[in-house]
């Protein structure tokens, strides 16, 4: 079945018997994954996978987040056999996205590859019937051969071998601090508008010629309106700009995220106008999405994604607190990598899951 986890926490008796179901599923996830140890105590435990009041919490303010689950129809409540926790996310190159935060399928089973098509089927259908998301992606340890494998013969592609993508989080210590951080006298950060898209789409150009991909951008100013602003948001538009004369300084996207902690926010674009670079502006944006995330959204860590050549980038978001968590800063063999499925690969993705 696939439902808003907002559904599945409707009332008192689906949240704690579905709440609980998903919370195992997280914890099977993180001792699959390497993510906890094994014989992990309590108080790791609890500082790994999201509680069901976080769980619960999410699922009443994230409407967008949703759950593909399988069951065993004669014995409903056993744990589930599977799970795909997904929403939507947001590329300022291609648009719409699909995130599937997490993927677990009960590996006791012999049928596990079964299993799992069957989940991705259900997944990718939903991604096929709604125009605006162009992509499939999540990240996933290349380590984990019972999921990556199945991946890879669906037709992902690993962008962390092809293109060196690498992923770095901020904790919620972490985040606590970025937010707390004072922005540099006459540099203001406010919520983006309509107005401030065409000006943007220079930004987004200037960035991915500065990561040398330019070509990959395909989205219009008409189209960054309307997936921001229209009935759908998203993401969220931060832009800086001079405390005295509103000149536009720079900018930065983010969206909601799901990982086996709860629920985050993912830092998908920062730029800072060549001109003014080495003046704070870039710290601003970054204290302004960590206030907004942890105060108004409740959320416990932030995420990027950089170019592993990029190391300059990444001193900045060291400096930060960001850990890699792809393998090269924690030396970790169960490290995240960047798995991404094309619109125009769907169906035939499809045709292997059968």
Request: charged share 25%.
């Amino acid at each position: 079945s696939t439902s808003p986890l907002s559904q599945l926490f409707a009332d008192a008796s689906t949240k704690d018997k579905f709440g609980k179901q998903i919370r195992e599923v997280i914890m099977q996830y993180c001792y699959r994954t390497g993510l906890l140890p094994d014989g992990a105590d309590d108080k790791t435990i609890d500082a790994s996978v999201a509680s069901l009041n976080e769980l619960d919490e999410a699922a009443s303010s994230w409407s967008s987040l949703q759950v593909c689950s399988l069951a065993e129809v004669a014995q409903p409540q056993k744990p589930l056999l599977g799970c795909i926790i997904f929403y939507p996310t947001y590329s300022t190159w291609v648009g719409g996205r699909l995130r599937l935060g997490l993927v677990q399928c009960d590996s006791s089973q012999q049928s596990n590859q079964q299993l799992l098509y069957s989940l991705l089927r259900s997944v990718i259908c939903r991604a096929l019937d709604d125009e605006d998301l162009q992509r499939i992606e999540l990240l996933h340890p290349a380590s984990d051969a019972a999921v990556y494998g199945p991946l890879m013969q669906l037709g992902f592609e690993d962008l962390t071998q092809t293109e060196e993508w690498h992923f770095a989080r901020l904790d919620r210590d972490g985040l606590q601090n970025l937010a707390e951080r004072p922005a540099k006298s006459g540099i203001a950060v406010r919520a983006g508008a309509e107005s401030d898209c065409a000006e943007v789409m220079k930004m987004i150009h200037g960035l991915a010629s500065f990561e040398k991909l330019q070509a990959q951008v395909r989205i219009n100013e008409d189209q960054l309106r309307r997936d921001i602003f229209g009935e759908r948001k998203f993401a969220q538009l931060f832009i800086a700009e001079r405390s005295n004369s509103g000149e536009i300084l720079g900018y930065a996207l983010a969206f909601d995220e799901f990982w086996p902690s709860g629920r985050g926010v993912c830092l998908e674009d920062v730029f800072v106008q060549p001109a003014h670079r080495g003046k704070g502006v870039c710290s601003a944006l970054f204290s302004a999405v960590a206030r907004d995330s942890l105060y108004n959204r409740r959320c416990h860590f932030m995420s990027l994604c950089y170019l592993a050549w990029n190391s300059a980038a990444f001193d900045v978001y060291r400096h930060y607190g960001f850990v890699d968590i792809t393998g090269s800063d924690s030396s970790k063999s169960n490290g995240a990598h960047f798995l991404r499925l094309s619109r125009d690969q769907f169906r035939s993705a499809l045709g292997r899951a059968l």
